[in-house]
T-cell receptor, first 110, second 117 residues
């Protein structure tokens, strides 16, 4: 299983763009990258998933370089409600991504 | 996305008693469900994989006789914490695997806060 490494915590201010990078040096050819968001006392919520290059949805963008050994979750113009823990997972499918790393605790300040 | 519910959302029980937590997939059939445990300020740790109609598969270090899992239908899995002790106090999260669509997805429940006094 590909192990992921993320910064433990990040601080930002409202309205700023936040980029959280995840390292997954031993990602396999068939592996996808999925990001989840978790608020206190809630289950994780799917944010975005990608395989290569760039993926964008209504809440975030995911940038994956050609070597796929890392990925960057980009949150545009964060608000206080984006304060949460963000997890990066790697696996052949979301249904098979069961190993959560430490996650990144994002604190958005006013 | 698909919805997974858990009941109860929080429970307080006395040491030595047993408590059952239900996990339901509301709008899809889940042949596989997963149970996680999360301690304060820590990440989710997979406890076991629950397969409909068969025995659960437990992760290393998780006592199968203490954490009883039953997956009797395609939409319901239950986790029973037997003879609970204060160290079992934690946030228990289930997820359900949906292979019925175009992608193999995992949807998480809202979690159950267990406090053992």
């Amino acid at each position: 299983l590909a192990k992921t490494t993320q910064p433990i915590s990040m601080d930002s201010y409202e309205g700023q763009e936040v980029n959280i990078t995840c390292s997954h040096n031993n990602i396999a050819t068939n592996d996808y990258i999925t990001w989840y968001q978790q608020f206190p006392s809630q289950g994780p919520r799917f944010i975005i998933q990608g395989y290569k290059t760039k993926v964008t949805n209504e809440v975030a963008s995911l940038f994956i370089p050609a070597d796929r050994k890392s990925s960057t979750l980009s949150l545009p113009r964060v608000s206080l409600s984006d304060t949460a823990v963000y997890y990066c997972l790697v696996g052949v499918s979301a249904g098979n991504m069961l190993t959560f790393g430490g996650g990144t605790r994002l604190m958005v300040k006013p | 996305g698909a919805v997974v519910s858990q009941h109860p959302s929080r429970v307080i029980c006395k040491s030595g008693t047993s408590v059952k937590i239900e996990c339901r997939s509301l709008d899809f059939q889940a042949t596989t469900m997963f149970w996680y445990r999360q301690f304060p300020k820590q990440s989710l740790m997979l406890m076991a994989t629950s397969n409909e109609g068969s025995k659960a598969t437990y992760e290393q270090g998780v006592e199968k006789d203490k954490f009883l899992i039953n997956h009797a239908s395609l939409t319901l899995s239950t986790l029973t914490v037997t003879s609970a002790h204060p160290e079992d106090s934690s946030f228990y999260i289930c997820s359900a695997r949906d292979r019925g669509g175009a992608f193999d997805e995992q949807y998480f429940g809202p979690g159950t806060r267990l406090t053992v006094t």
